[in-house]
């Protein structure tokens, strides 16, 4: 590895911790709204203000014409999982700790390989059939054997760790249809477009002091979401894609700084089987597509 291909690595490991980090944080703001919110309202904010950000920029880059989607009813079904997954995962949080809610949401990789013979008509080796198994496995110690605390935070956290799945899965079904950032904008206009009739039913006043929290809610997620764009320009996705699992650790680092909560030793035991699972699903996805 030449000096130049080494520095794009470390500048992309570094924008990928950066985004994780923001991510986390983006949550954090999230969980201090403690509920008040509706979690459609809080996804219309994250997608309208993603939208705006991004419009301009394919605009200029790639055309008028690349505002239109080629595979228009794909595009919707794969925004509808991302709304679906990523406001599920916002009202976990305002039940469960933030930690234990990433952790499980991150069952998405897991998710992706168990349905991709179904949808993308991949075949899937024993060993990644026993990491998916492993994984579960893991999710189940999270949520205790006996389901134990407040159950539907951790069923509506894997319930988003579902949904996000098949996201995943329609971004590898439409890879190479639009560019990346294209299909990212894509998701976020045609997100905040399906959110918009539901806001009205949802609606309550903003009150004065969330104002700082919802403006830099939305812009941190625009900083976590560009970061990572970039960080995958910069570095290769077998390197990168298991570092994405750093933002466990700052969900609990986070958890435990803005709200005082910390995984007990059983939610810690699974967090770590998840952690090992999905890196070891992303090395073999990355490896396959490379």
């Not at 999982?81 to 599920?88: A, D, L, P, R, S």
């Not at 079904?173 to 806001?199: D, E, H, Q």
């Not at 699992?245 to 700052?250: A, D, E, H, P, V």
């Amino acid at each position: 590895m030449d000096t130049d291909t080494r520095t794009k690595q470390i500048i992309g490991i570094f924008l990928v911790v950066l985004a994780m980090a923001l991510f986390s944080l983006k949550d954090s703001f999230v969980k201090m709204l403690d509920g008040y919110y509706s979690p459609v309202f809080i996804m219309w904010v994250q997608m309208l203000f993603a939208s705006i950000f991004w419009t301009p920029v394919i605009t200029a880059k790639y055309g008028v014409k690349s505002l239109i989607p080629e595979n228009k009813i794909l595009q919707i079904l794969r925004s509808s999982f991302v709304i679906t997954g990523i406001g599920m995962f916002y009202w976990s949080i305002s039940l469960i700790p933030l930690a234990e809610a990433t952790a499980i949401s991150f069952t998405a990789p897991l998710v992706t390989t168990a349905i991709s013979p179904i949808i993308l008509k991949e075949k899937i080796g024993i060993r990644r059939w026993i990491s998916v198994l492993i994984g579960f496995g893991g999710v189940l110690l999270i949520l205790k054997p006996d389901f134990g605390g407040d159950r539907l935070g951790y069923l509506v956290a894997f319930g988003a760790g579902i949904s996000i799945g098949f996201f995943y899965t329609f971004n590898r079904l439409l890879a190479g249809k639009a560019p990346p950032l294209v299909n990212l904008t894509y998701s976020s206009t045609i997100g905040a477009i399906l959110l918009a009739p539901l806001i009205f039913s949802v609606w309550v006043p903003i009150r004065i002091e969330d104002w700082h929290l919802l403006i830099g809610f939305a812009a941190i997620a625009a900083m976590g979401q560009t970061c990572l764009f970039f960080a995958f320009v910069y570095g290769e996705a077998s390197i990168l894609a298991p570092i994405t699992l750093s933002q466990i650790i700052f969900a609990t680092l986070f958890g435990y700084i803005f709200f005082l909560q910390f995984p007990d030793n059983l939610s810690v035991v699974g967090i770590f089987v998840v952690i090992i699972s999905a890196v070891y699903i992303a090395l073999r996805e990355t490896r396959n597509q490379t």
